[in-house]
Structures are given as C-alpha cells and as structure tokens.
C-alpha cells in the first residue's frame, strides 16, 4: 500500500505518468514501516517514484546497486529504464554481470533481435554465466536488446582476473587509492569470507576488487550518454567504489542509486538515494563455507 501511495502522490504532483510500479516478490519485511520508502539521503527527505527519475534523469552517469538475488531489485531496475526512457533517450546500459568476451555476442543478439532471427535459447546465445541467476536477470536483458541503445559489457574477463591474482597492478588515483579505502575494502573482503580466507590472500583480493571497479568506471566514462550501469552494492558505493574510479579518470557527475532491503542502513557517504524493498530469506553464509570447507 505504501508504494501505491508514493506513486499516487507523484502523480498528484504533475508528473507525467509513469510504468505500473511491480509488485514486491521477495518474503520479509512485508510490514516494515520503510517498505517502499525512497530517500534523499544529502536531505533526509522521502520522494516519490516520479520525483525519483525527475532527479535521476539529470545525471549523464547514474549507478544503482543491487542485492543480485534479490527479485524486487531487477524488477526495479528494469522499472527505472523504462520511466528513464520516457523522459529521455538512454544513451547505454552496462551490466557488472558481462564480461568483454561476451560483447561480440550480445551485439549479435541485438541484431539478430531487430532482424526477427532470434534463437530460442538467449542465455546460449550470450553465453551468459550461470552465477547470475537468469531468471532474475533475463527480463531486463531482453528488454535491453530491443533498446536502441547499446547494452555494453563492464566487467572484467576471467582471464584478466586470473592475471591480477599472480600480479596485481598498481592502482592510482587520489580518491581511489587512498589507504582509508584500501583499508575499508580489506575489512569488507574479510568479513565476507568469514574470517576463513588467508591472509596471504586478501592483497589479491583488494587488487581483484578496485581493478574491477577501475574497469567499471572506466566503461562508464566510455559508454554514450545518458548511461547507466548496474552492479552489485558494494561497487557503487560512493565511498569505495566505482564513484572513486571515475572521479579519478574524469572527475564527471554521477548519481548513485542504492537499492536496499528494509532494515539495512544506507548513509550519505555511500549514495545518493536510497529505495527500499522487501528482504530475502536471512542466509548463513559462513556456516555454509565452513561445511563446504571439511
């Protein structure tokens, strides 16, 4: 009910209409009292879903963040293009979940899309990679190659990560090579290992982590604009990820969007706005990698 509201009051307030809002899909915090809500977070302030995409469309570089097995999350993102894209051209959409070896095929797809000659197996065609969840992620990909817009890979590829693991490269930048987020990312990287990861290990892990932010900005400041790219939480974040990267490479504007499950805390520091959804399922996953581990 409460989403239903804030779409009704953005009407109310002279914007244009927009696409039906989906409805929630994930279980918990049905009944929390910030289901729904959207903020502001320089102003503290709750805004509608049109105010929303009246504040993103000003922005040439826009990051949303996602949980990736979160379903309300993709149903949003795909929500926010197709609102963006009444108001005004997208320019691109780049994907954390493509990698370069994949862009010679999803133009393919997008040809053969446009010619009437797609196959009846998408995910083969793309050779998409069985991490990301297709039935999560295959409406906005398919939504995405009827675009006129390029739907552009920004991750990097298996074999570049594998480099990074035996030789880390320098990283330089005055905001994203500081020690205070080195510092961060190693303290994140460890606790989502559960404390079970060497210590001769996190080096490369920190390298793997800002390369691919590197990578990601480094697609974004490349991409036709207005574009958009869609990554997992952590890499948006405007203290440690990608906004760093692309202060240093180009110093433009950004806007960074987190989606976020109630009961989470999202600050000013990390984004911009903040949208919140109904949660998965809590999961234990360094009970999970303890038993993976005997």
Known sequence: ???????????????QTLPPLPEWQSPEGREHRDLGLIVELQHDAVITPAQLVTKLQ???GLLVGERHDNPD?????????????????????????????????????????????????????LDWQKGWDWNLYGPLVRHALTQPYPLLHANLGRDEIMSIYRSAPSLHGRASATGAVRDALLAQIEVSHCGMLPASQLPAML????????RMAEQMVAAP???????????VRRDLGVPLHIA????????????????????ATQADYVWYTPAQPEQDHCEQLRHSGN
């Not at 009704?8 to 307030?13: D, V």
Request: glycine share 10%.
């Open 248 to 267: 240093d490479l180009s110093g433009e504007r950004v806007g960074v969007l987190m989606l976020a499950e109630v009961g989470e805390k999202v600050s």
């Open 58 to 60: 000003a922005y040439d």
């Open 1 to 15: 009910m409460r989403i239903v509201l804030l779409l009704i009051l953005g009407l109310l307030a002279g914007c």
């Open 207 to 214: 390298a793997v982590q800002q390369q691919r932010d590197r």
């Open 73 to 125: 999350h993709h149903a949003l993102q795909l929500w926010l293009l197709q609102a963006l894209a009444q108001r005004r051209p997208q320019g691109g959409l780049l994907l954390e979940m493509l990698e370069p070896e994949q862009q010679t095929r999803v133009d393919a797809a997008r040809r053969d899309l446009a010619n009437g000659r797609a196959g009846a197996d998408l995910p083969k065609a």
């Open 225 to 235: 604009k207005p574009a958009m790219l869609l990554a997992g939480a952590f890499h």
